[in-house]
Structure formats: C-alpha cells, structure tokens
C-alpha cells in the first residue's frame, strides 16, 4: 500500500483540546490492578507519574471503530492507510503535581510525520505533543511516538522494529517479576478505554496480527517501571521519564521489570526482561 507522507504531514501542526477531572475511582482501580496496597484516595492525593494516562481518554462510538478495534482513521491524527497501529514510545517532563479532584486540561498537537522502511515494509511515525494543564501552569509536557506498520505477510510470525540489544543495559538492582494474565491485560485496557484487540482478542492477534499471544500494553509496561521506582523509593519523586519500546511482550510468559539507581546521581536505568532474557523496553528516569 502506497503511503503519500506529504499528504500525511498536512496534519503537522493540527491542534486539539480536552478537558477532565482527576477522578478518583481510576486511581483507586489502576491502584488495585497494579497489586499495590495504597489507602483509598482521596482528594487533593497527588497523582503518581504516568497515571495521567487514565484520563483525556478515546471515548467512540461503537460503530465508529476500525477493524482492530481503535477509531477509524481521520480526524485530529493524519489518516495513515497501513493498519497495525503501536505505542512506540513517549518522553515526559513532570513540572508539577496533579492532584485528585482536579480539574485538567489537555492541549495535543500533532507535532511530526516521517516515513520509513522496515525489513517488515512500511512504517510511519507519528509525534504528538501533549501539554496537560491543573489549576495553574504546564503540570506535564509529554511527547507521544505512534508507529504505524504494514500487515504481516501470510505464514509469518510479527515483532516489533527494534534497534535495542538482546542484553540488559545494567546490572539490576531492583526486579520485579510480573505475569501478565488476560485479566491484568483486560483490566488495563478497560481502565485506558482502549479497544485495541491485540490486548484482549485471542483469535484476531494470532490469526489475523501473526503474534504468539497477546500483546501487553506499551504504556502499561511503562507504568510498571515507574511503579517499580514507587515500590523502591516510595518518597522519590520523578522529574523527567522516556521510555521506547524495543520487542512485544505477550501474556503466554511472566517478564521482569527491572532497575538500577545511578550512584551518586539522580539517574534511574529502567528496562523490561523478556522470558527469554530480551531486552523488550528501555526507560531512563531523572528523579527530583
């Protein structure tokens, strides 16, 4: 399938705003799928890093969805015509607190299109700037990477575009051992409003995606290593988190979160351990 990327960076610079308060039911639920024991939350609780993905969420209609389960293309992202669509990775600035009972703004733009090819085909990238607002100035600036791919060929096995290595980038000194079942992986994707089949859709990510099982969350793996720096440094508080995704994680095998505190730095190496010893995603957090 063609892809006219100048006809797909028209959407560069296109803006759009959302408004939503920092209710407390999502923090107490995404609280109880991370198997953590906080106390109930309660206004003016401030939220922890990354748990503002709970909220500016998706909401379409049924008949509004695409064969996999997102929107349909169009409207405020460009209209990328190949169809596997992917959290590739995000960098985050967190200037100040949000706190539960707030109310929030959110501010996305549409901030690069570029086009590659992949040893799978085609693939497009796109940026999106979001710039969240509390009761006073810019709280968090976050750049979002979207990738889009072609469908795998017939008869073959997909993973993800990976420029990482096989090996951990550090010895760990934290590690967590997590097994991502269907009901973690459904509890994620209800909470995300996130339609995506892959994370819950046995049938359709290995006969019609060619993935072994199913896919665990980006973003859910992402709060997993910041989860781990809460778990550690209960008191520390994150400045700055990035974050790329470098190889699937399925739910047919536990993976293990891991990190290491830089010594004598505010620095915190963080990746996920595949089951079979990969190194599936890398993160580097700035604590305060």
């Not at 339609?195 to 990510?205: C, F, L, N, T």
């Not at 969350?217 to 440094?233: N, S």
């Amino acid at each position: 399938m063609a892809v006219d990327v100048e006809a797909l960076r028209k959407w560069v610079g296109r803006s759009e705003a959302a408004e939503d308060v920092v209710s407390l039911f999502p923090v107490a639920a995404l609280g109880a799928t991370l198997d953590r024991d906080d106390p109930a939350p309660r206004n003016g609780d401030m939220l922890p890093p990354l748990w503002h993905w709970l909220y500016f969420l998706p909401i379409y209609r049924h008949s509004d969805a695409g064969p996999d389960g997102h929107m349909r293309r169009g409207g405020f992202l460009p209209p990328v015509p190949l169809p596997r669509r992917m959290w590739a990775g995000s960098r985050v600035q967190f200037r100040h607190p949000l706190r539960v009972g707030e109310p929030i703004r959110r501010v996305s733009t549409v901030a690069d299109v570029t086009h590659k090819s992949g040893r799978s085909g085609d693939l497009v990238f796109v940026v999106v700037r979001h710039e969240i607002s509390g009761s006073g100035d810019i709280a968090i600036a976050e750049e979002h990477d979207i990738v889009y791919r072609d469908a795998p060929r017939p008869g073959t096995r997909t993973a993800e575009p990976s420029s990482g290595s096989s090996g951990d980038p550090a010895e760990a000194t934290w590690q967590r051992a997590v097994h991502p079942d269907p009901l973690l992986l459904f509890r994620y994707s209800a909470l995300t409003f996130n339609g995506h089949r892959i994370h819950y859709d046995r049938s359709y990510v290995t006969e019609v995606e060619g993935y072994p099982g199913l896919v665990v969350h980006g973003p859910l793996l992402a709060t997993l290593m910041l989860d781990l720096v809460r778990r550690e440094q209960p008191d520390a508080k994150v400045a700055q988190f990035r974050f790329r995704a470098l190889q699937p994680v399925f739910d047919t095998a536990p993976f293990t979160v891991c990190g290491a505190p830089r010594p004598d730095t505010s620095e915190v190496a963080l990746w996920v351990r595949g089951p079979d010893g990969t190194h599936a995603m890398d993160g580097h957090a700035t604590l305060a």
